[in-house]
């Protein structure tokens, strides 16, 4: 009966996931797909946020 209820708790959660030209999506409400990151592209994501010319911050007063 356990082994039952975890498999039905694994497949509730694997059928929101999709695959899409080799990126994983997780299907929120609503239809809203929300991109799954893998290790390796942390990296590059946080140097484009973070010291990108294009990622820079508005200024500490923006912020309140």
Not at 8 to 35: N, P
Not at 44 to 52: G, N
């Amino acid at each position: 009966m356990k082994i039952a209820e975890e498999k039905l708790k694994w497949w509730q959660k694997v059928k929101k996931l999709i695959l899409m030209e080799g990126q994983l999506f997780h299907e929120e409400k609503k239809g809203q797909l929300i991109l799954i990151v893998q290790k390796h592209q942390v990296i590059a994501i946080l140097y484009i946020v973070h010291d990108h010319s294009m990622g820079r911050h508005r200024g500490s007063g923006s912020m309140s």
